[in-house]
């Protein structure tokens, strides 16, 4: 278990599947916050400065690529790692998420919630947190 706890943040209008993750994200000893929407969840980023995002890319207010472009653009966001979890698959999807700035990019319909932790905690333990 990391010794500080380490602060995620989850983009993700789908409730059920966000409450998902966040048990799976508490139960490894991470500490998730959630936010419903782009705007909000933008708005989080800068207040708490998570050190690692999950970002769902098809949200209402605001999508996970108009929120990934103004984290990078905005100094005091622009270095959190932000992972793009989504069920957009094509190719082109991933390649724009990787131009503007994602770490990594997860299609939801193929991976577990263990393996969204598992992805993350690799991604972290890259940037020795």
Do not use: C
């Not at 993750?21 to 207040?47: Q, T």
């Not at 400065?49 to 005091?76: N, R, T, Y």
């Amino acid at each position: 278990m990391p010794d500080k706890k380490i602060k995620i943040l989850l983009i993700e209008d789908e409730e059920m599947l966000a409450n998902m993750y966040e048990v799976k994200f508490k139960n490894e000893g991470y500490d998730l916050v959630k936010a419903m929407d782009g705007a909000v969840g933008l708005e989080m980023a800068k207040s708490m400065a998570p050190d690692f995002i999950l970002l769902d890319i098809i949200m209402p207010k605001m999508d996970g690529f108009s929120v990934l472009k103004s984290l990078k653009e905005d100094q005091s966001t622009k270095n959190i790692p932000v992972m793009l979890l989504t069920n957009l698959g094509q190719d082109e999807d991933v390649q724009r998420g990787k131009q503007l700035g994602a770490v990594g990019y997860l299609v939801k319909a193929n991976i577990t919630p263990s393996e969204v932790v598992a992805s993350v905690k690799r991604e972290l333990e890259k940037l020795g947190k």
